[in-house]
């Protein structure tokens, strides 16, 4: 009985997948499907095996030229090596980057030249795909100086993205200076991954003045740049700049946004800053979404204040009924002051509700 169960078994087992030829490896590449089996049967074929699969990048277009130049690096060899140098000098993008990511998978820092004569590229996809090589191998002081020293804009933008990557904390304090103050507003943007990387407090102020500045792309990173570094001045920069009259209104919104998701020292950030503005409707909105417990009673609070009466009433409204009851809650406790602020919000309310009938 056990031998016939075990005959059984190894019938029903399935079967190894049969032996791949070079054009079923080649294809399986194309595809990004069992690639390591692909790769294994390659190198078992040696040098035809990488000029098949070399031919066959040359003629594919669009992202399956990209993965068959990978490929090539992913196979290897002093013949995988050439080709994809050779490709570096085309013009086609999915190519460029394909060899850029084999060069990456060879392993051989000697590569790092022929990478870096492309860090000026125009294109963005190509230079993405040299910092993520640029990374994995590092440079030499001398090469990532020249980098950053590049008269194109391109270049120095790749050489502090690269930093923020995988740079030491030395190349980094001793980069951000410069970079934060490059003229090209993309490098200015990876000047702020920069800091954020080395979590560099000494440029949150320098980052506040780019969060009020003209361009809003470089603004809006700003403000995330701000929210990643964190700190106990953060909030009072985010409503200095919701508040600043030059703020581009999508990065006025969005340090809103930034505020409300913090802890109660943004919200009240966010609500005096509502106070400075002209027009603040949607401030008012994003400040009362959610609002309850705790939050709620922040926002009651600033009632006291003249200076923001108007801007936490307007936000306790579009909360509504649970406003009137938290703050009739509140009102037994308070202090001559917010007692009377409260009495005059909750009589406000009711001359609301009376309206609406």
Same mark, same amino acid.
């Given at each position: 009985?056990?031998?016939?169960?075990?005959?059984?078994?190894?019938?029903?087992?399935?079967?190894?997948?049969?032996?791949?030829?070079?054009?079923?490896?080649?294809?399986?590449?194309?595809?990004?499907?069992?690639?390591?089996?692909?790769?294994?049967?390659?190198?078992?074929?040696?040098?035809?095996?990488?000029?098949?699969?070399?031919?066959?990048?040359?003629?594919?277009h669009a992202t399956e030229r990209g993965r068959l130049f990978e490929g090539i690096g992913r196979v290897g060899g002093s013949e995988a090596e050439w080709a994809l140098i050779t490709e570096l000098s085309g013009s086609d993008a999915?190519?460029?980057?394909? @060899? +850029? $990511?084999? %060069?990456?998978? !060879? &392993?051989?820092?000697? =590569?790092? *030249?022929? #990478?870096?004569?492309?860090?000026?590229?125009?294109?963005?996809?190509?230079?993405?795909?040299?910092?993520?090589?640029?990374?994995?191998?590092?440079?030499?002081?001398?090469?990532?100086?020249?980098?950053?020293?590049?008269?194109?804009?391109?270049?120095?933008?790749?050489?502090?993205?690269?930093?923020?990557?995988?740079?030491?904390a030395a190349q980094r304090s001793a980069a951000i200076p410069a970079a934060m103050a490059d003229p090209a507003p993309r490098v200015r943007r990876a000047a702020l991954a920069l800091v954020v990387a080395a979590k560099d407090q000494?440029?949150?102020?320098?980052?506040?003045?780019?969060?009020?500045?003209?361009?809003?792309?470089?603004?809006?990173? @700003? +403000? $995330?740049? %701000?929210?990643? !570094? &964190?700190?106990?001045? =953060?909030? *009072?920069? #985010?409503?200095?700049?919701?508040?600043?009259?030059?703020?581009?209104?999508?990065?006025?919104?969005?340090?809103?946004?930034?505020?409300?998701?913090?802890?109660?020292?943004?919200?009240?950030?966010?609500?005096?800053?509502?106070?400075?503005?002209?027009?603040?409707?949607?401030?008012?909105?994003?400040?009362?979404?959610?609002?309850?417990?705790?939050?709620?009673?922040?926002?009651?609070?600033?009632?006291?204040?003249?200076?923001?009466?108007?801007?936490?009433?307007?936000?306790?409204?579009?909360?509504g009924a649970l406003s009137a009851q938290q703050a009739t809650a509140r009102q037994a406790t308070a202090l001559p002051e917010l007692h009377a602020a409260i009495a005059a919000y909750l009589l406000h309310q009711k001359g609301n509700?009376?309206?609406?009938?």
């Open positions: 009985m056990f031998i016939a169960i075990s005959l059984l078994a190894v019938l029903n087992a399935e079967a190894p997948p049969p032996p791949l030829s070079v054009p079923q490896a080649i294809a399986a590449i194309g595809r990004d499907e069992d690639v390591d089996r692909a790769v294994t049967r390659l190198r078992a074929a040696g040098k035809p095996g990488v000029w098949a699969l070399h031919g066959a990048a040359k003629e594919a999915n190519g460029v980057v394909g @060899a +850029v $990511r084999g %060069l990456a998978r !060879l &392993g051989e820092p000697r =590569v790092v *030249g022929n #990478l870096l004569r492309h860090a000026t590229s125009a294109q963005e996809p190509v230079r993405d795909a040299i910092v993520e090589a640029l990374a994995q191998y590092g440079m030499s002081p001398a090469q990532l100086d020249a980098l950053l020293a590049h008269e194109r804009e391109e270049a120095r933008e790749t050489a502090v993205r690269t930093l923020a990557r995988a740079g030491t000494s440029q949150v102020f320098t980052i506040a003045e780019l969060a009020r500045g003209s361009d809003p792309v470089l603004a809006i990173e @700003a +403000v $995330r740049a %701000l929210q990643a !570094l &964190g700190g106990w001045n =953060v909030p *009072g920069m #985010l409503s200095a700049v919701v508040a600043h009259p030059s703020t581009q209104p999508a990065v006025r919104v969005e340090a809103a946004t930034v505020l409300r998701a913090m802890d109660r020292a943004g919200l009240n950030a966010l609500v005096k800053a509502s106070s400075e503005v002209k027009a603040p409707e949607a401030l008012y909105d994003i400040a009362a979404r959610a609002l309850s417990g705790g939050d709620l009673d922040a926002v009651i609070e600033l009632l006291e204040d003249p200076a923001h009466r108007t801007a936490s009433t307007a936000i306790l409204d579009r909360v509700a009376l309206t609406s009938k």
